[in-house]
């Protein structure tokens, strides 16, 4: 996350304000991500260079809030929630779907669970 990397999470913020070749890729994967979920029925919108240029300045904007306040709550699930209302999701699901995510990070993942285990036994015995 940004708050764990600030050094990545300014480069971010400084690229999507410039019309580099960085903000391009970011901009590429965005417009990916937009189809993918346009074609699986998941978003209701018509792609256009505003809805990306928006969808960017959200993402920007976001990063920003975490890297200057980084223990302000949510500001990832906010961010998010602004952009898939951006993207035709109603404000019901996208709490659903943010909640979701802010529950699944929350988790550690079997791998990390492992790991921890392991090391908790070797420091025990």
């Given at each position: 996350s940004a708050a764990a990397e600030p050094e990545w999470g300014w480069?971010?913020?400084?690229?999507l304000g410039d019309l580099g070749t960085f903000h391009d890729q970011i901009s590429r994967g965005i417009r990916k991500?937009?189809?993918?979920?346009?074609?699986q029925g998941g978003f209701a919108v018509d792609p256009s260079?505003?809805?990306?240029?928006s969808l960017l300045s959200v993402v920007s904007?976001?990063?920003r809030?975490?890297?200057?306040?980084?223990?302000a709550p949510d500001v990832e699930g906010r961010a998010a929630q602004f952009v898939l209302r951006m993207l035709g999701v109603s404000a019901a699901a996208a709490l659903k779907k943010t909640e979701a995510a802010r529950k699944r990070?929350?988790?550690?993942?079997?791998?990390?669970?492992k790991s921890k285990v392991r090391t908790v036994r070797r420091l025990t015995n």
């Open positions: 480069l971010i913020v400084e690229a991500d937009v189809a993918i979920g346009i074609a260079d505003l809805l990306f240029a904007v976001g990063l809030e975490r890297l200057q306040h980084p223990k990070r929350a988790k550690p993942q079997r791998h990390e669970r």
